[in-house]
């Protein structure tokens, strides 16, 4: 059974604990991204090492690929990839949206074309809910339209209205209210009137948690943070909020500082397989010439595996030579850093000590690592 407890609030940062079927997660949270079931280089035993309280599932791509018919004749995506902590799955609406050569979009749902073999599909709020129902996470996605960047205003609200009317169809749809939630996404690009339209229509439906979609797709920071900061004071304080595909470490501590919960983002990791690591200092090009002969871990205080058994010398040897080892290294310490950004946000919180916090961390997170 889905729940949610408001715990402490700094300012406008929130320390909270999520209940579900499948455990509880503490919040801030950071969600790892394992689009086809799986976080790429990680198993899941290494994803409890980092600490990850919950990891993302996509419905489009899991779809595709096994197929959810599938997932769920193995006993549904938590028996078929071996992972015992919550889950969340994703709408598909983004990765549908994204295919804008290969769909149409009408008031009954998107008929696309798939990007793998050019077959034909049609997600509509109730496939999309059988889809992910299947699939079985404990906290799933009602079906939207993400308006593109940038965006007439005339578009994002025909496209709100769509998503809106999407949403209730949605939930009538959804039956599997004992095990799993089903958060609603509000849409409206960086029109705050329509955000605000949509937040407060969402309420009206009534959806245990509300997802914020539709940013981090090529707008400036400053109108990420200003509609994430107008939000705040609308949604539902008794309820968590999902900040989608975002971000980077100053990202969250922004966000976080704006009253949002959850995150999640390729980001961590994508990165770091390519050898652009995050830490405490900023980011480190471990490519670069001056860690060759660098026999220091990435980061001396830090607990991950990577940290506490190989130096940055060895580490830059391995991406530099595109070594499988390298990647799964840097991966375990990027997401060991994420997990530990938000269990030292947390504490902050709950500690009365985030604008602290706050101050010491956001200086440095987006530097470069000399």
């Not at 506490?308 to 310490?333: K, P, V, W």
Request: aromatic share 10%; hydrophobic share 40%.
């Amino acid at each position: 059974m889905f729940g949610y407890t408001l715990l402490k609030t700094c300012g406008k940062a929130r320390a909270g604990i999520i209940q579900t079927d499948h455990g509880s997660i503490l919040t801030p949270v950071f969600m790892p991204v394992g689009t086809l079931g799986t976080v790429k280089a990680m198993s899941p035993h290494e994803l409890e090492e980092v600490q990850a309280q919950i990891i993302l599932g996509n419905t489009y791509h899991l779809y595709m690929r096994p197929g959810h018919e599938l997932i769920a004749r193995a006993g549904g995506l938590h028996k078929y990839i071996n992972w015992k902590r919550p889950m969340l799955t994703d709408s598909g609406g983004f990765q549908v949206m994204s295919l804008a050569a290969l769909r149409k979009i009408t008031k009954e749902g998107v008929k696309f074309q798939s990007h793998i073999d050019g077959s034909a599909h049609h997600f509509t709020p109730e496939k999309v809910m059988e889809i992910q129902q299947a699939l079985g996470a404990d906290i799933i996605m009602s079906f939207d339209e993400c308006p593109p960047y940038p965006a007439t205003r005339q578009y994002v609200e025909k496209s709100l209205t769509t998503t809106l009317e999407w949403a209730e169809r949605g939930k009538k749809a959804f039956t599997n209210t004992q095990h799993q939630a089903l958060f609603g996404i509000v849409q409206g690009g960086i029109y705050p009137d329509l955000r605000e339209k949509s937040a407060l229509a969402l309420m009206d439906i009534d959806f245990p948690g509300y997802s914020i979609g539709g940013l981090a797709v090529g707008e400036e920071k400053e109108d990420m943070f200003r509609i994430t900061d107008f939000l705040n004071d609308i949604l539902p304080k008794n309820k968590p909020r999902y900040l989608m595909g975002v971000g980077t470490p100053s990202d969250l501590i922004n966000n976080i500082d704006r009253g949002v919960d959850m995150f999640d983002c390729v980001m961590p990791t994508r990165n770091a397989r390519k050898g652009s690591i995050f830490t405490r200092y900023g980011k480190m090009i471990i490519k670069a010439a001056r860690y060759k002969e660098d026999f220091r871990p990435i980061d001396p205080l830090c607990g991950c595996y990577t940290c506490t058994h190989f130096s940055r010398a060895y580490i830059r040897h391995l991406i530099t030579m595109n070594e499988i080892l390298g990647m799964r290294l840097t991966t375990i310490h990027s997401l060991w850093f994420y997990q530990e950004l938000m269990r030292e946000a947390r504490t902050a919180i709950l500690e009365d000590k985030w604008e602290d916090f706050k101050a010491a961390v956001l200086p440095v997170l987006d530097t470069i690592v000399e």
